[in-house]
């Protein structure tokens, strides 16, 4: 088996092969996001074309996709002119073999449930920060997409309602609070030399930058406590690379079982296993499904 699979984000996209097992031929491009979906198009089949002897494409893609026809509902402008691109159809007949095509956060779900922190889970919604706030909804095995496959979009929840006045997009909601991207804000309100999230962790030992951490880890705790009593899950996978900090996960885990009423409490809160490859074995294992 030999499936070739893309995970495109806002900064860049990572390509690989899967042959059911394993993933190589990794590569990592620029995605050049504000040039607009028509010049990510053809960037796609450009770095599709640096592979051979496939037989089937995934695509993992920031935006909403309508899965039963591999187009982009809607994607923000972050990407400009993005909406409506139909990328299984370009795609299939550009290559002439079948292809999968989903939203990231889905497809990485998708990774964890085969491969990674869901592997023994049947129902759990998982979570991904980083520029925004991504979500997915896993039951009995399969990703709930909604009525218009928007279900799990976590980073809209109104977290904050006294922010919320009509002139910005998601103002007042959650991942203009728990993202990475908000963490680096905040931070730089400290010190403007704190603009990633490795150097914010690297200055922990400074009471001032502890105390941003904390309440970032705060407005991640509202979200989830707001979603443990909607869902009431056994399990949530949280992704993004500030989960590799022992110091965000063990704090998240005390205050959110601080919040949540006693029922609640068993929740089992994870670390996503695959990082950044989730959403490329993801679209992957879909796509060997279409042959």
Known sequence: MRIVALDIGGTSIKSGIWDGENTSELKEWDTNAKLGGKHLMGNIVKILKTY???????????????????????ANENIPGYTGMKLREILENEFQVPVFVDNDVNAA???ELYYGAGKDIDDFLMLTYGTGVGGAIVIDKKVYYGSTYAGGSFGGIVVHPEDVDGSADLAGCYEKYASTTALVAMAKEVDQNLDNGRKIFEAMDRPEVRRVVDKWIDEIVYGLVTLIHIFNPTDIILGGGVFAQSYVIN?????????????????????????????LIGAAVKASELI
């Open 52 to 74: 051979s002897g496939f037989e089937a494409i995934g695509i993992s893609t920031a935006g909403q996709v309508d899965v039963t026809d591999g187009s982009i509902c809607y």
């Open 109 to 111: 779900a998708y990774g």
């Open 251 to 279: 704090r998240l885990k005390m205050r959110v079982h601080k919040y949540v009423y006693p029922q609640a409490k068993n929740v089992r809160l994870h670390q996503a296993k695959l990082g950044n490859s989730a959403g």
